[in-house]
């Protein structure tokens, strides 16, 4: 079995581990259950609710298709979007990509016949959203 580190401030509190590693300890930071938003993706969401308002899009939804690639392997969608000109394009939204996260969306991309969007935050505001 391995050992982990444990952190007690003091006798009686509850133990939690020390991630190994930067990637651990940022993904500790960043994973929530699905269905529920990070910050990113809540402004995000926000970002395609005004642009709805704006007829630039039709629809969207968060989490809204699970994507098959390989055997017990899928891609989770950020959202699904339906542009107004009825094109229906995934938009990944991230603040930092590793490289399974990289992978996944590329080998998505090649095999389904929708427009792939990886989208970040700009700096100085806005997005930056670039066609994979």
Same mark, same amino acid.
């Given at each position: ?38 910050? $990113? ?17 039709? #629809? ?12 017990? $392997?899928?891609?989770? $969608? ?19 990509? $590793? ?27 806005? #997005? ?5």
């Amino acid at each position: 079995m391995r050992e982990r580190n444990l952190l007690l401030a003091r006798p009686g509190d509850v133990p939690r581990c020390d991630p190994a590693t930067p990637l651990q300890r940022m993904q500790a930071l960043g994973r929530l259950p699905k269905g529920i938003m990070n910050k $990113t993706e809540e402004a995000y969401a926000a970002h395609l609710d005004a642009q709805r308002g704006l007829g630039l899009v039709l #629809w969207f939804r968060f989490e809204g298709l699970k994507l098959r690639l390989a055997d017990s $392997t899928f891609y989770d $969608t950020d959202f699904v979007v339906l542009a107004a000109n009825g094109q229906l394009e995934i938009h990944e939204v991230k603040g930092f990509m $590793t490289d399974d996260a990289n992978v996944k969306l590329k080998v998505a991309a090649s095999q389904y016949p929708f427009v792939f969007r990886l989208v970040r935050k700009a700096k100085g505001g806005g #997005w930056d959203i670039r066609e994979v």
